[in-house]
Structures are given as structure tokens and as C-alpha cells.
């Protein structure tokens, strides 16, 4: 018995001294160690997982993350980061980074400084709200270009130029001879032959060749459209049964996901039977009275079916809401807003010109809205219902909603980027759902929606080192996100003031 005690308690010694010399030794150039945080992730299974411990960035990587604090040569700076909460960066998967609020084309020309303010401004404006990661939906080469010129910038991804339909929406609201210039990428029904310019050349809008030109750009999905005209303010034409199958599996066969901009029950019925991954917005326009806030039964079948075939649905509340607040003109007096505009561009938003927007707004209402009896704002403050009924019925459903902000989605002042981020969380809570779901949605799902979650969505050993540092822990409040110490965006490190509008006018 004395032998077998002395052999196991040899084992022991060596297993131990094995297990101590075996320990990892990290070797950084021009590293960050965050010590002593409270570390939130989830997996890709969605299970949550909290504990504190330690990070450890080289380049634009997380080389570790655990328990215990590792053992670290070389080149570093360390973040104290205690009694704070380390999260993954957040992914906006909604975006037009080309997009400027309030400024009409003729603006590019007359005012030509509030463009470049806004522009300067803006990847900083994301960061400053904690999104590390945008996926823009309709991207072309020069915004590309332009945006990645930036010293500061989140990481961009896109799904290069939608898709589009011929005079379809987006073309059919342009006079015809700019249509095929601000849309290049279109597919189209033979039904259509004899309306497109004969000098086309159709070979380029066939449904393989508009999907191998998604690919050139390097695309992580492709993105397309069925909108009849926003519950009859429009009326455009919808592509085939058959024409949006086929592109559909066209894509998949090409491994690129489908984002599907769909906005009626109409539309998400065409996108289940043409099986794409994502809707691009919420429910929100359905057959009946325009007063009417409260979803159809077969809101609630789309929604079951939207479960149990797993598909993804960008909530994109902010949209809606976002165009009460620019006819309203409203969000001009929040409080952050100093944060993600510069201080000339919040002057021409107070100026009599700025406000085109709401005016026009104001004027398409009342051209559409035929009723006497009732007000414009009963109209828009039922839609503002409609949306906080319809995410709270795809979330009570289990749809996996992920955090697509739609920034911005129109030319009024209702979606500033970044802020518009901040206050689609805020919305998806006041909707009814739970803080868990929005950590989720706005991390690790909507990273696997887009087939990323290898390198982002979480922290683990060898993604992107894109990660926030907060005051508050967001699982218990959502107003935490609006707590951030310190971004880490591509391995760099920005105290939050840093990002804000208002950093170099001090």
C-alpha cells in the first residue's frame, strides 16, 4: 500500500510541475492586457457566460481570455478595468454609410463643408455608441473607399449593391433617365423587355451575372427587394415567384446569405417560399384600416414560420420611429446628439433650410392621407404601435431578431448613425425584450447571420479584437451600452471622449 501512496504522490508532483512549466507565456510587440473585468460573452450556441478575469490583445487578435492572469513579456499596456464590464464590440447589420442625413444632392455642391463634416464624423459617430462592426446593405466602391480612408473607423463589411428590381423600388423613385445610373444592378422579368432601354445590355442583369458581381466585391450576402410601395403610399412592381427563387438560390449556391428588404406580410410570405436567411426590417404594413395598430392572425403564422424555418429578422424599429421624430423634428434636443454630429451640421439642422426634410415629410402625409377627420401624428403614432406590437409578437414567437438600425433610413433627422444604434436597443427593450436577447442580437447572432462568428460576435482566442469596456452591465439594463469607457476597435484602444463630435472643438 506504501508503494502504490508513494507512485500516486509522485504522479501528483509531476503532473503538477508539468502543469507549471506548460503554462503559456505570451510574447507581445505592442500588446493591451484588460485586467480584472467582468468579462460577457456567448457562445455560438447563445449560451451567456460571465466571470471575471482577464484579456490579452496582440495586433488586431485576442490571443487569451480567462480566469487567470497569464504571463505576459514583452511590449504592452495594461486597462484596469476593475468593477468595469468587458463586452463584445456591437454589429450594426443595417447601414448605409453613403447615406448623409439632410443633405440633398444640390447640397453636395452648395455646401460642401457640412458634407465633409458629416463625413469625418461619422465612423467615429459608430464607435462613440459602441459598434465596432457595420454590415452595409448597399454599398458602392467610392463610399467604400472613402470610409476606409478614415484613421478611426469600425470594420466594415457590406452586401455590396442591392439588388434591385427594374423601375422596381428605389428605381421608381427617380426620374427614368437616372434610374439605371443610381442603380446599376438590377434583375428584371421578360414581362419587362419592351420598358428597358434598348441599348442595354441585358447580359449583365441576368440573375447569374448579378450575383457573380456580388462576389467581385467581396460580399459577405447579397441583399434584395419586394416593396409593393410602403402600404399604398407607392406603387412599384414586384419581381416573380420565380425570378426571386432563383436568385435566392443562386446566392445560396454561391455560400452568400439573402437579405430580403420586406416590409408587408405580402413580402415575408414571398421571402419564406423564396427561402431567404434575412428580412431586412420589421412587420409593419398589413390589409386593413391604417389606424389600426393591433397585427393579424397571420402576423403571428408568418412569425411561427419564420421559428421553425430559422430565419433572422432585423427589427429595424428606428425606421418608423425614426420618421415620427423627423416629423417632429424632436431628436434635434437629445442630449447626445452633440456626440455624433459635428457642432456646424447640429446649426444648419436648427436652420429654416436644415429642416427641408420634415417639411417634406409633412407634405407627402398630407398628399397620401386623404382623412380629414383624424391628424397626421394619430397616423404616424399608430405606426410607432404597430412596430412595438409586431417586434414584441416575433419576439414572444421565438424569431430570432437581430440588431439591424437601418442608419440611416431616410433624409430627415430621425436616424443619426450611431445614436440611431443606441436608440434601436432601447427601442427592441421598451418593445418588451429581454436584455439577453438584445446582448445576443446585437453580438453573436447577428455574427452567425452573416456567417462571421468565427471572427466576431465574442471573445475568444483568435477574433478580432473589437470589444467595449462599461461601466454598467448591459444584461442588467440596456442604458448600459451608453456607459462605455473605452472602445477597442481592430486591437486599438480609444477612451470614449476621444470618438465623440465634440472632442476636437475643446
Known sequence: MMKLHFKASLLLVTFLVSGC???????????????????????EDENIRSFEGHILIEADSIVYSGKELPKIKGSYKTINATGKFVIPGLIDSHVHVGHTITLKDEHYETRPELVKSYNEQLPKSYLYFGFTSLIDLDLNENTRNRFQKAAIKPDLYSTSRGVRYFDGYGPGLFPEHLRLKYFPRWIYDQSQLTSIPKDTDLSEHTIPAVVEQTIKDNAIGLKTYYEKGFGGVFDWPVPSDSLLVNLVNEAHQNNLPVVLHATSSDAYKKGLQANVDIFGHGLWHWEGSKLNPNPPDEIKSIYEEIRAKEKYVQSSMRVILGEYDT???????????KHVLQNDFIKWLKSEEGRWSQEELIALYNSVIKDSTQSKEKYLK??????IRTTKLAYDNGVRLILGSDS???????????????????????????????FLASTIRNARAFNLQHSLGSIKNGKRANMLILNQ??????????????????GISYNRE?????????
Open 21 to 43: 512549466t506548460n503554462t503559456p507565456e505570451y510574447h507581445l510587440n505592442d500588446g493591451i492586457l484588460i485586467s480584472n473585468a467582468t468579462i460577457i460573452s456567448a457562445s
Open 327 to 337: 416629423y417632429t423634428w424632436s431628436l434635434i434636443n437629445h442630449p447626445d446628439i
Open 382 to 387: 399608430t405606426f410607432n404601435e404597430r412596430v
Open 408 to 438: 440611416p433610413a431616410q433624409e430627415g433627422i430621425g436616424n443619426v448613425p450611431g445614436l440611431n444604434g443606441f436608440l434601436e436597443i432601447e427601442a427592441l427593450s421598451e418593445a418588451g425584450v429581454d436584455n439577453k436577447t438584445i
Open 473 to 490: 452591465n448591459p444584461l442588467l439594463d440596456v442604458k448600459a451600452y451608453n456607459t462605455i469607457a473605452t472602445v477597442i476597435v481592430s
Open 498 to 506: 476621444q470618438l465623440s463630435a465634440t472632442y476636437n472643438s475643446q
